[in-house]
């Protein structure tokens, strides 16, 4: 009895998809997106040489039957902390920033409307040290986002810290929040505006962009969210949007360090943040890195997320089974 009990909680979905075997090439593992229990697909494989490489199934639309389509923008989510944490570096090495300088000397406003703001520094919030609470995990945040930073900031104003700054370890959107104002009042213009001249226009990567204000939505990926019907692109979460073959190629150059001035930069760049990164939000998952054995960089976006039961879970086996391949086929005859 006790064996059948727990075969009833036994992930089966998870585990059929992972001992499949191994199809013999990345885009008959693709085409099992819809059995995986996405809607849509879009990959792209990055080579030596920036040539890119795509692999679509699925739907870039479902009502209207459009097909999936590797030129597609979509929202990549929290991978968009690379690109602010690169501005971070970027400001900190020509000497407008400082990560020894804390939240109330930038924001003096702050100063006790967020507990320890004179003790969190701007490290700590780049390295999600500082114990302010995630504005994503107030009750029922997902239900009804809120479309501005200030709406999202109220949220966590006046709350405890999780923790004593630099005590701990807490991934919390509202770090970023904060750092992307705190860059906004050191420029004096939009954070997004100092990435586009400093990091995107050098790469010549014309196809990322900072808000779905600044597109044509007909460009833009469907997103659902399981047992829903709405189509959630037009909603505004603050979220950069990027092809695939944009983001490949940011990717690649954060790993191989073009996109550093200097090795001062990339030294800088090293100690606070990581070099790749997913990102979740309804409607919208993305996977994206670099994997130096085979001189690749992986770009997975998938359009269909629950956040109940195993959907990021399958697009994670989804991913690994593609690098699988790739490895796979990338091997001498």
């Known amino acids: 009895m006790g064996t059948i009990i727990s075969l009833y909680f036994v992930p089966w979905p998870i585990v059929t998809a992972w001992i499949m075997p191994l199809p013999n090439t990345t885009q008959e593992q693709v085409d099992k997106a819809a059995d995986y229990g996405f809607d849509g697909i879009v990959v792209c494989v990055n ?22 389509d590797p030129n597609a923008l979509f929202k990549i989510a929290s991978v968009s902390k690379l690109y602010n944490a690169l501005a971070v570096t970027k400001l900190v090495s020509d000497g407008k920033l400082s990560l020894d ?6 924001l003096p406003e702050l100063n006790g409307r967020i507990e320890y703001a004179d003790n969190i520094t701007l490290r700590m919030l780049v390295t999600h040290r500082s114990g302010i609470p995630n504005y994503t995990d107030t009750y029922m945040y997902w239900v009804a ?3 501005t930073a200030d709406e999202n900031l109220a949220l966590v104003l006046d709350k405890p810290a999780n923790f004593k700054p630099g005590e701990d370890y807490e991934y919390s959107n509202t770090n970023y929040l904060l750092l992307g104002r705190i860059m906004n009042r050191v420029l004096g213009y939009a954070t997004f505006q100092y990435i586009q001249e400093e990091i995107l226009n050098p790469l010549n990567l014309k196809h990322t962009f900072g808000s779905i204000q600044d597109v044509n939505i007909d460009d833009v990926m469907s997103g659902y969210y ?10 505004n979460i603050g979220s950069i949007l990027a092809t695939a073959e944009d983001l490949s190629k940011f990717i690649r150059a954060l790993n191989d360090g073009s996109v550093f001035r200097d090795k001062k930069e990339q ?4 100690s606070i943040y990581k ?10 998952q993305t996977i994206a890195k670099y994997h130096k054995d085979i001189d690749a960089v992986v770009i997975q ?7 109940d039961g195993y959907n990021w879970n399958m697009s994670e086996i989804m991913y690994n089974r593609i690098v699988k391949i790739l490895k796979k086929n990338d091997q001498p005859q």
């Not at 399981?226 to 909603?235: A, E, I, P, Q, S």
């Not at 070099?275 to 919208?284: K, S």
């Open 275 to 284: 070099y790749e990164h997913t990102g979740l939000i309804p409607g919208y």
């Open 226 to 235: 399981v047992g829903y019907d709405t189509d959630l692109k037009t909603n």
């Open 47 to 68: 080579r030596k040489g920036n040539q890119s490489e795509f692999y679509t199934s699925g739907y870039k639309n479902r009502e209207n039957r459009i097909p999936a």
């Open 267 to 270: 030294e800088i760049y090293s």
């Open 145 to 147: 986002p809120k479309e």
């Open 101 to 106: 300088k804390t939240l109330a000397d930038y």
């Open 301 to 307: 976006f998938t359009n269909t997320v629950n956040f």
